[in-house]
T-cell receptor, first 114, second 113 residues
């Protein structure tokens, strides 16, 4: 089955530590996205990538970093510079061809930093 | 600039009643529009999408939405609510260069038995 996997489902870290969230897709999609969701809030775009080895900042990129070395993978690092990292993180991908712009989402990673 | 508003952050309906979730959008280019559903602690699932092929779009789980250009609306409806419909619903529109999707703030749907 094709889809998007995010691991782990729950992640706990101490304040001041960097942490990397995994996102893998086997849908052969060119575009991938990272969103942050806080309780009762909508989705806020952190970073996105349209093609391998290229990515763009979203609305709330400060304190985060990404890489796109492979088409299938788009890991997100939450750095110690992120002031309030505790949140639910969602990864998505999109084909963006032939008018197919819908995004497909992974199950999410809930990060708790204490 | 592209934007989405969803009227009502929380909507309650009785089981078996009509579900109506409102979405209005602003777009400077021909839009693609989407409705997503999110259950607690899960990712978003695509309910339906508008791609200009037809103004009335049918989706999964008995939901449908109608694109009204004159009203810049894309409201989501379901004739009869089921308990399993209780979730968060997000309306979304493509960005100006179609490289992103802009999400609305979401509407939480409660279904009362």
């Amino acid at each position: 089955d094709g889809g998007i996997t995010q691991s782990p489902k729950y992640l706990f870290r101490k304040e001041g530590q960097n942490v990397t969230l995994s996102c893998e897709q086997n849908l052969n999609h060119d575009a991938m996205y990272w969103y942050r969701q806080d309780p009762g809030q909508g989705l806020r775009l952190i970073y996105y990538s349209q093609i391998v080895n290229d990515f763009q900042k979203g609305d709330i990129a400060e304190g985060y970093s990404v890489s796109r070395e492979k088409k299938e993978s788009f890991p997100l690092t939450v750095t110690s510079a992120q002031k309030n990292p505790t949140a639910f993180y969602l990864c998505a991908s999109s084909a963006r061809d032939r008018g197919s712009y819908e995004q497909y989402f992974g199950p999410g990673t809930r990060l708790t930093v204490t | 600039a592209q934007s989405v508003t969803q009227l009502g952050s929380h909507v309650s309906v009785s089981e078996g009643a009509l579900v109506l979730l409102r979405c209005n959008y602003s777009s400077s280019v021909p839009p693609y529009l989407f409705w997503y559903v999110q259950y607690p602690n899960q990712g978003l699932q695509l309910l339906l999408k508008y791609t200009s092929a037809a103004t009335l779009v049918k989706g999964i789980n008995g939901f449908e939405a109608e694109f009204k250009k004159s009203e810049t609306s894309f409201h989501l409806t379901k004739p009869s609510a089921h308990m399993s419909d209780a979730a968060e619903y997000f309306c979304a529109v493509t960005g100006t260069s179609y490289d992103k999707v802009i999400f609305g703030p979401g509407t939480s749907l409660s279904v009362i038995p």
